[in-house]
């Protein structure tokens, strides 16, 4: 089992890196000069927002790897908090579809708008999981973590 799930957490990480590599954002549309009109501006920050939790996906993969090293079922609410957060994040990237620059400013501006309100979901799941695993294993530290006490 440990194995399999080793296996499985290598195989996630390894699938994961050409989707960070087409992940990168420009810091502008290419066809805008001038300053960035609101839908792009909007479209900017959402990619920011993106940017800035796929960067904590790391975390996820950490904190699932360390966790599955307890042996214990305790710890598996905990993992599927983790793999639900990350599930929640590749499925908003597989659902979003900015629309072309020539779709109307409004409807531009209103589908960042929608998505931004769907990625701040994402991201208080991010930090909801990452918290909880976090405390779990301050509170439980693996037998490789505890550290000796000073008498």
Known sequence: MKSFLKNALRAAVVASVP????????????????????????????MDQHDSLMAQTSKLYEF??????????AVSPYIHGLLAA??????????????????????????FEQQRQVLDA????????????????????????VRPSSK
């Open 86 to 111: 990350d599930a929640a994040m590749m499925g908003w990237m597989h659902q979003y579809k900015a629309p072309d620059t020539t779709a109307a400013p409004a409807t531009r501006l209103a589908y």
């Open 122 to 145: 994402v991201q208080r799941q991010y930090k909801s999981t990452l918290d909880s695993a976090t405390r779990f294993t301050t509170e439980h530290p693996a037998a490789g973590d």
């Open 64 to 73: 699932k790897a360390k966790l599955s090293g307890y042996h214990t079922e």
């Open 19 to 46: 989707v960070l590599a087409a992940c990168s954002s420009p810091t502008k549309p290419i066809s805008e000069n001038g300053p960035a009109s609101p839908a792009s501006a909007a479209e900017m920050a959402l």
